[in-house]
């Protein structure tokens, strides 16, 4: 293995071994197997460029081409041309992916679920960090500045990490970059030995003492020694300096706030796994209460709320946080006039549920819980403390049941101006489809309240959106414009989206992060699961407060105050919940057979089979894509027996060559037929040495080949009537028998061992002097190119002095 080859390898064992601080991040682990293929696709593409003689500039072009493949193969193959080639439209459906990365990281905690936008921004990261090791480190043989990269992947992965990236793959990152540092130390010293050496190390001269001896390992060894003390030292030096608190290698991550008289909570997106938990197969339980409550359907758990809206996500404002009071103030714009009643609710979490807030019926007014629990009045949340979570968690709220009448709510006065101002601001990345809908939608409306329950009716049951938890999630503003126009999502795409339509039409709105009331149990009891996971918008009206709404259909259930005072003609209103299936007949089953009552009940058993019998008549794949797809893997097939189909096309011209009608021709056939012998030999693991005569070159390939008897005897025959057409003044007629050629390479194949014998058929090392010949084709076409454009330029030259003459 030659020296650059090795420092490729160190290459991608060191991209990859600080790829691993990614691991801890995600919660399928199934993508680095993608990405350790993908990488070893690019770095063999750069190896194969190298052997090549290619330009740098046009070996890293060469990559970053590859690259794009392989990436629009992997996440955009049904928008690529021909299904492999990166185009427009592939180009815009990895851009969309990115975005839906950038989004699903900012939404989810660690570990998050493996989405196709968090799996192209993982894979594409170790890409682009791969090929940059690979330029730095092996194109333009510099490993020391290709550790840059490297601590950017690891980096990155410790900043997003819970904590920081634990001490294990900060050391297996080092090691890797110390791999890479002593592959080159070795590949410079190799180099400098055959500087000064002056003989090729095949030959077993003084250079290959030079650089297999003592001389090299000891500088090698120091190296290691030195790399050893610098991991060491990075090692011990933070764990031994107290003062570096929250370091790199600090595993334990602080609280939001410490001390009992300030901190802030951060900005943490609390939408943790939210369409992962609504496709749980099992609805597994997260926590109990009883309550007192009269109207358990109205019995929702809030979490949080998110109030800034960027473009690219809704999430948390910063707040100031305080001690827990031990009687939470009057909610934010509740008026003495609405009816109020307090009730008490006795709640206990699951050991399963870690969740970093507390949840609680909104809004509360007391909170009676263990641990170390802080309160933010904005959004009248209690916020886990120094690593308090809700595990295992046992606390009792009080709570209000705040019950205004429609007539209330359509008479409430304007919001306060600073309320407006912040609950109103939308991004200006917002598109004008959402006002435009909005204002479509409510046209003819006397005020907010009216506004507000026809928006919630048009999601629910008016406008045709259809429930699906399998569509790809996001809250940014594509991700609004795609779900007006597609018209299926779950409850991240209502809420959010209704959320932004009112603040277009001056309404004060925000979203609510929880649960919604849960499943009653025999002994009086509620339980609550994974898939009782919800998010529902909250509209402020001056005297009530911040009022809930349910766009959602199929979940939940819809406000009274938003229900008008007769009963609806419809049998199955979508607004309410209910206990089957719609009471509507059809002829095809609305949802599988196999889909337990609990799903079907919060309609997440697909889409009916009614679509699927427009997907009967589908004519099916067109026959040019079967065509392309079969050509597509005769050449993925054919691709590997390359050199071996050429090999066995070179042995047939040589072996059949005729001779003996001239002295040249009998030449050629000598020539061809030790040309076969060397490369055969070469094939089988014994380097051709040009160095030597063509006898020692022949003692050379008996020694290392194992050769004796008759295969020896045909190799020196050759190698003798090489030397009288080589070096006799007049040679006689010599001939050379296919048979001699045709027992060398049987004595070499039996000599070889299985892998040998594997090596020589299907990957020949001789088959690179096609590769060879090439680069030099290719030089000499550049040389007479530049020497016709020399002599064009001479003649102009020559012709000028004699026209002005003229």
Same mark, same amino acid.
């Given at each position: 293995?030659?020296?650059r080859?090795?420092?490729?390898?160190?290459?991608?064992?060191?991209?990859?071994?600080a790829?691993g601080?990614l691991l801890?991040?995600?919660?399928s682990?199934?993508?680095?197997?993608h990405?350790?293929?993908l990488?070893?696709?690019?770095?063999?593409?750069?190896?194969?460029?190298r052997?090549?003689?290619l330009?740098?500039?046009?070996t890293?072009c060469?990559?970053?081409f590859?690259?794009l493949?392989?990436l629009?193969?992997?996440?955009?193959?049904?928008?690529a041309?021909?299904g492999v080639?990166?185009g427009p439209?592939?180009?815009?459906?990895?851009?969309?992916?990115l975005?839906?990365?950038?989004?699903?990281?900012s939404?989810y905690?660690? *570990?998050?679920?493996a989405?196709?936008? %968090?799996?192209?921004?993982?894979? @594409?990261g170790? &890409? !682009?960090?791969g090929? $940059?090791?690979d330029?730095l480190?092996v194109t333009?043989?510099?490993a020391?500045?290709?550790?840059l990269p490297?601590?950017?992947?690891?980096?990155?992965?410790?900043?997003?990490s819970d904590?920081?990236?634990?001490w294990l793959w900060?050391?297996?990152?080092a090691?890797g970059?110390l791999?890479l540092?002593?592959?080159?130390g070795?590949?410079?010293?190799?180099?400098?030995g055959?500087?000064?050496?002056?003989?090729?190390?095949?030959s077993?001269?003084p250079?290959a003492?030079?650089?297999?001896s003592g001389?090299?390992?000891a *500088?090698?060894?120091?190296?290691r020694? %030195?790399?050893?003390?610098?991991? @060491?030292?990075? &090692? !011990?030096v933070?764990? $031994?300096?107290?003062a570096?608190?929250?370091?790199l290698l600090?595993g334990?991550?602080?609280g939001t706030?410490?001390?009992s008289?300030?901190g802030?909570?951060?900005?943490v997106?609390?939408?943790v796994?939210?369409?992962?938990n609504?496709?749980?197969?099992?609805n597994?339980?997260?926590?109990?209460?009883?309550?007192n409550?009269g109207?358990?359907?109205?019995f929702?758990?809030r979490?949080l709320?998110l109030?800034?809206?960027?473009?690219g996500?809704?999430r948390?404002s910063?707040r100031?946080?305080q001690d827990?009071?031990?009687r939470?103030?009057?909610?934010?714009?509740?008026?003495?006039?609405?009816?109020?009643?307090e009730?008490r609710?006795n709640i206990?979490?699951?050991r399963?549920?870690?969740?970093?807030?507390l949840p609680?019926?909104?809004?509360?007014?007391?909170v009676?819980v263990?641990g170390?629990w802080r309160y933010e009045?904005?959004?009248?949340t209690?916020v886990?403390?120094?690593?308090?979570?809700?595990?295992?968690?046992?606390y009792?709220?009080?709570s209000?049941?705040?019950?205004?009448t429609?007539?209330q709510?359509?008479?409430?006065?304007?919001?306060?101006?600073?309320?407006?101002r912040e609950?109103?601001?939308?991004?200006?990345s917002?598109p004008?489809?959402?006002?435009?809908?909005?204002?479509?939608?409510?046209?003819?409306?006397?005020?907010?309240?009216?506004?507000a329950?026809k928006?919630?009716?048009?999601?629910?049951?008016?406008?045709?959106?259809r429930y699906d938890?399998?569509v790809t999630?996001?809250t940014?503003?594509?991700?609004?414009?795609r779900?007006l126009?597609?018209?299926e999502g779950?409850?991240?795409?209502f809420?959010f989206t209704?959320?932004?339509?009112?603040?277009?039409?001056g309404?004060?709105?925000?979203?609510?992060v929880?649960?919604t009331?849960?499943?009653?149990?025999?002994?009086?009891?509620?339980s609550?699961?994974?898939?009782d996971?919800?998010?529902w918008p909250?509209?402020?009206f001056?005297?009530?407060?911040?009022?809930r709404?349910?766009?959602?259909?199929s979940?939940?259930?819809?406000?009274?105050?938003t229900?008008?005072d007769?009963?609806?003609?419809?049998p199955?209103?979508p607004?309410l919940?209910?206990d089957?299936a719609s009471a509507?007949?059809?002829?095809v089953?609305?949802?599988?057979?196999?889909c337990?009552?609990?799903?079907?009940?919060q309609?997440?058993?697909?889409a009916?089979?009614a679509?699927?019998?427009?997907d009967?008549a589908d004519?099916g794949?067109?026959?040019?894509?079967v065509?392309?797809w079969v050509?597509?893997?005769?050449v993925?097939?054919?691709?590997?027996?390359v050199?071996?189909?050429?090999?066995?096309?070179v042995?047939?011209r040589?072996l059949g060559s005729?001779?003996g009608?001239?002295?040249?021709?009998?030449?050629a056939?000598?020539m061809?037929a030790?040309?076969?012998?060397?490369d055969?030999a070469?094939?089988?693991g014994?380097p051709p040495?040009?160095s030597q005569?063509?006898?020692?070159?022949?003692?050379?390939v008996?020694?290392?080949?194992?050769l004796?008897g008759?295969a020896a005897?045909?190799?020196?025959?050759?190698?003798?009537a090489?030397e009288?057409v080589?070096?006799?003044?007049?040679?006689?007629?010599?001939?050379v028998?296919t048979?001699?050629?045709r027992?060398?390479r049987?004595?070499?194949w039996?000599?070889?061992?299985?892998?040998?014998?594997?090596?020589?058929?299907?990957?020949?090392?001789?088959?690179?002097?096609?590769?060879w010949a090439a680069?030099e084709?290719?030089t000499?076409?550049g040389?007479?190119w530049?020497?016709?454009?020399?002599r064009?330029r001479?003649?102009?030259?020559?012709r000028?002095?004699s026209?002005?003459?003229?």
């Open positions: 293995m030659s020296g080859d090795r420092l490729a390898l160190s290459a991608f064992a060191a991209t990859m071994m790829a601080a801890p991040l995600v919660e682990s199934k993508w680095v197997l990405a350790t293929f990488l070893a696709v690019q770095c063999g593409v750069g190896a194969l460029a052997r090549l003689r330009a740098r500039i046009l890293v060469l990559q970053v590859v690259t493949l392989t629009t193969v992997t996440f955009a193959r049904e928008y041309l021909f080639l990166p439209q592939a180009g815009r459906r990895l851009a969309e992916l975005t839906m990365g950038a989004d699903d990281v939404r905690a660690t *570990p998050a679920p989405t196709d936008g %968090i799996r192209l921004m993982l894979i @594409g170790v &890409l !682009v960090i090929l $940059a090791v330029v480190a333009c043989r510099a020391a500045p290709a550790g490297l601590l950017a992947l690891y980096s990155v992965a410790a900043g997003l904590g920081g990236a634990g900060f050391l297996l990152a090691c970059y791999l540092l002593l592959a080159e070795r590949d410079r010293l190799s180099r400098w055959r500087v000064f050496g002056g003989v090729s190390r095949t077993g001269g250079a003492g030079l650089a297999g001389s090299t390992q *500088p090698v060894r120091t190296g020694r %030195i790399g050893a003390v610098a991991l @060491g030292i990075a &090692l !011990v933070p764990a $031994a300096l107290p570096l608190d929250g370091g600090d334990a991550g602080g706030g410490k001390g008289g300030g802030t909570i951060s900005a997106n609390p939408l796994s939210l369409q992962n609504l496709n749980q197969p099992e597994r339980e997260v926590m109990s209460y009883r309550t409550s109207s358990p359907q109205d929702y758990l979490i709320s109030d800034q809206f960027n473009g996500e809704w948390p910063t100031r946080l827990v009071p031990d939470l103030p009057q909610p934010a714009g509740l008026g003495g006039e609405i009816a109020v009643t009730i609710t206990t979490a699951s399963s549920y870690q969740q970093t807030y609680l019926p909104y809004p509360a007014s007391e009676d263990q170390s009045p904005e959004g009248r209690l886990g403390d120094d690593g308090q979570t809700t595990r295992g968690a046992r009792e709220v009080s209000l049941v705040v019950e205004p429609g007539a709510l359509a008479a409430a006065a304007p919001p306060p101006a600073d309320m407006a609950y109103t601001r939308v991004p200006s917002l004008d489809v959402v006002e435009e809908t909005a204002e479509r939608v409510t046209a003819g409306s006397a005020d907010d309240y009216e506004r329950v928006l919630q009716d048009w999601f629910a049951s008016q406008g045709g959106f938890t399998t999630s996001g940014g503003t594509a991700a609004i414009e779900f126009k597609d018209k779950f409850c991240v795409h809420s209704m959320a932004a339509m009112a603040r277009t039409l309404i004060p709105a925000r979203v609510a929880g649960f009331p849960g499943t009653v149990q025999a002994d009086g009891s509620v609550v699961g994974l898939r996971a919800h998010a909250e509209l402020y001056e005297g009530v407060g911040w009022t709404f349910e766009p959602t259909p979940r939940g259930s819809a406000p009274a105050y229900l008008p007769a009963p609806s003609q419809d199955s209103d607004a919940p209910t089957g509507a007949p059809t002829a089953p609305s949802a599988s057979e196999s337990p009552a609990q799903m079907r009940r309609g997440e058993c697909g009916s089979a679509p699927g019998a427009v009967s004519p794949t067109p026959a040019g894509t065509t392309l050509l597509g893997a005769l993925a097939l054919l691709l590997p027996l050199p071996m189909l050429w090999r066995i096309r042995r047939g040589r005729s001779g009608r001239t002295p040249a021709d009998a030449a056939r000598v061809a030790w040309r076969e012998i060397t055969t070469w094939d089988h014994i040495d040009e005569t063509p006898r020692k070159a022949a003692a050379r008996v020694r290392l080949g194992g004796d008759s005897a045909a190799v020196h025959r050759v190698a003798g090489v009288q080589l070096y006799a003044p007049e040679p006689d007629a010599v001939s028998p048979g001699d050629v027992d060398v049987a004595a070499l039996i000599s070889a061992g299985r892998w040998g014998r594997l090596r020589a058929t299907f990957a020949p090392r001789s088959a690179v002097r096609v590769v680069s084709r290719r000499e076409a040389r007479r530049s020497d016709r454009v020399g064009s001479w003649t102009a030259r020559l000028r002095p026209r002005q003459q003229g």
